[in-house]
């Protein structure tokens, strides 16, 4: 599985962009839902302290065949600011 953002920050109210691809194995796989979380790390904080920002369900249940290759791409607006 990889994660591609189209850019790196984006402020409050600005789309955030991408797609997550996933590849088959050997085997077929069954996922029963794919969800995309995205959390913020305070620069300030000394603990890095992780805080979850914004989550979006990319698919429900679905199954990948074996060396199948399946993109899920995702447009969603930001809330608060994700940097």
């Excluded at 402020?11 to 996922?31: C, N, P, Y």
């Amino acid at each position: 599985m990889s994660l591609w953002l189209d850019k790196s920050g984006v402020a409050r109210g600005e789309a955030v962009t991408g797609k997550v691809i996933f590849w088959g194995r050997e085997k077929e796989h069954s996922l029963r839902h794919l969800s995309l979380t995205i959390f913020e790390v305070d620069p300030r904080s000394e603990t890095n302290e992780l805080k979850q920002r914004h989550s979006v369900t990319l698919a429900e249940a679905f199954t990948l065949a074996p060396r199948e290759k399946r993109e899920f791409p995702f447009s969603s607006h930001c809330r608060l600011i994700c940097t």
